[in-house]
């Protein structure tokens, strides 16, 4: 016979102590760290556990009997619920702040690296609070999430009757929620994007109900709409990519009805793309995607560059904070260093995409060589190079660890400097140790996760001096924050 467990307690009127990782709050309780979402310091709260581990408990806030003088109001109406700008309720000064040292704590604290002060920066702060996204994918189900304030004024019984389950039949165009793969939460207005993006996806939505289209269940794979991506560019254009799965001749026909809708109602939309997956993701690498009105692609503007963004294609979603952030990695590859002379550079750009940064540091070096795993974002790469006039650069299509190896290396030269900017996961260990093997004179580093640069930077920092520590918010109201650290040559 099973033993009951213990129910877990109520801690109430507790003072939230500070900030933690992941977007939440932190308080101290019987030698535990307990966790909670969705407050800042000086929220005096009561709190039930959900979750009790040996050393940290998680919980939920149940009660708020104080806000704290430090908390803003969130602009969102879904702020508390979506979960994507968890810190809306904190002023963007103290956003900052946070994100500052987010990334010394994790530089220490992971990389046990020793970071002196003068090699800190101040970190640059988003030019553009709201409004800054220039891309977000929306997810189509036919089982929405409704809050607890909905199901306590619906008369319809909810799923089980437990307290955040979506009813059922209800359809949504939105965002997952998480722990929820199958649900959707409805989003109405996001401000973290151009009011167009709100427009186009809303009358995507209310066609489709209007006109019986169906939801995507992700639990029987049927059903036909199914995602929605929606990007724009500073050089004023639209795409738009509507994600289908086809079940008879009879869906395809209301597709292309839903989609002529939306090319007569947005002329401004310059390429309006679709595709049917039939797979059990949402990935659309592997997809052929076909072009309903327009082009297959849009333009993006850096200075007097233009950059080529197809519907594969990856590019910072904050354009305009995009630019700053290039503008550091540009000045710290050419930053003038004690006994470093470099005249005309051989670079290496590993994790390249479509040759951004390449492209956008070319003309201060002898050659620029790119490496990226896509091959889709390496054709982009080299079209954005001859679209520029750039005729410096070369671009590798692999798996860097497999491409970057020694023999690479002795057929292309050493690289007196390399760039990289990886993926979340940080550089694979291979890849580490074939930059040391390399020697280039300095790397600059960009990261959007601090935790596994700190990973790799003690492993780089055997050989290299930690020289610059520049933090960059590209997120605001979230906790995510970009990283670039120069190093040079011991």
């Not at 709260?45 to 959900?50: A, E, L, M, S, T």
């Not at 104080?66 to 979506?82: E, I, L």
């Not at 640059?124 to 977000?136: A, D, P, T, W």
């Not at 993926?423 to 601090?450: E, F, K, W």
Request: charged share 25%; proline share 5%.
């Amino acid at each position: 016979m099973s033993r009951k467990k213990k129910p877990l307690p109520i801690l109430e009127e507790v003072t939230i102590e500070a900030c933690a990782a992941e977007g939440k709050s932190l308080f101290h309780w019987n030698e535990l760290v307990v966790f909670v979402p969705f407050c800042v310091p000086g929220d005096v709260v009561d709190v039930q556990i959900k979750r009790k581990k040996h050393s940290f408990a998680e919980g939920e806030v149940v009660r708020f009997h104080k806000y704290s003088n430090v908390r803003a109001t969130p602009r969102c109406q879904h702020f508390g619920v979506c979960g994507g700008c968890k810190w809306q309720n904190l002023p963007y000064e103290a956003q900052l702040k946070m994100k500052q040292q987010q990334v010394y704590d994790q530089l220490t604290r992971i990389g046990h690296l020793e970071l002196p002060a003068d090699i800190c920066r101040p970190i640059l702060g988003s030019v553009e609070q709201y409004g800054y996204r220039n891309k977000l994918d929306f997810s189509a189900s036919n089982r929405r999430w409704l809050t607890k304030g909905e199901i306590e004024a619906s008369p319809t019984p909810s799923e089980g009757g437990e307290t955040g389950k979506s009813l059922k039949d209800i359809p949504a165009l939105g965002f997952h929620i998480t722990g929820a793969f199958d649900k959707v939460l409805p989003i109405e207005q996001c401000h973290l994007m151009h009011p167009l993006h709100n427009e186009i996806r809303n009358a995507i939505r209310d066609y489709a109900l209007d006109n019986g289209l169906t939801f995507f269940d992700l639990r029987q794979q049927t059903g036909l709409l199914r995602d929605v991506i929606i990007r724009n560019s500073n050089s004023g254009q639209w795409m738009v990519i509507i994600q289908f799965h086809f079940d008879d001749e009879e869906s395809q026909q209301q597709a292309q009805g839903l989609l002529q809708h939306i090319a007569d109602r947005f002329p401004q939309i310059s390429a309006l793309l679709y595709l049917d997956n039939q797979k059990c993701n949402d990935t659309i690498g592997d997809q052929d995607i076909i072009v309903f009105r327009g082009d297959d692609h849009i333009f993006e503007q850096m200075e007097d560059l233009r950059f080529k963004v197809g519907p594969k294609s990856f590019y910072q979603t904050n354009t305009e904070q995009a630019y700053h952030l290039y503008s550091v990695v540009r000045e710290l590859m050419e930053a003038p260093l004690g006994g470093d002379k470099r005249g005309a550079s051989l670079i290496y750009d590993l994790y390249t995409g479509t040759g951004t940064i390449a492209c956008f540091v070319a003309r201060q070096a002898r050659q620029v060589i790119g490496i990226e795993y896509v091959p889709e974002a390496i054709e982009d790469a080299k079209v954005n190079a001859a679209l520029n006039g750039i005729e410096n650069t070369l671009f590798y299509a692999g798996d860097m660890k497999d491409i970057l190896n020694d023999e690479f290396i002795a057929r292309h030269g050493r690289p007196d400097i390399i760039i990289t900017d990886p993926p979340r996961a940080g550089m694979h260990p291979d890849v580490v140790q074939t930059i040391l093997r390399a020697a280039p004179q300095r790397i600059v580093y960009v990261s959007c996760n601090p935790a596994t640069q700190a990973r790799d930077l003690q492993m780089l920092c055997q050989d290299y001096d930690l020289r610059v520590i520049q933090p960059v918010d590209m997120f605001p109201h979230t906790p995510h924050v970009e990283n670039v650290v120069l190093l040079t040559k011991k």
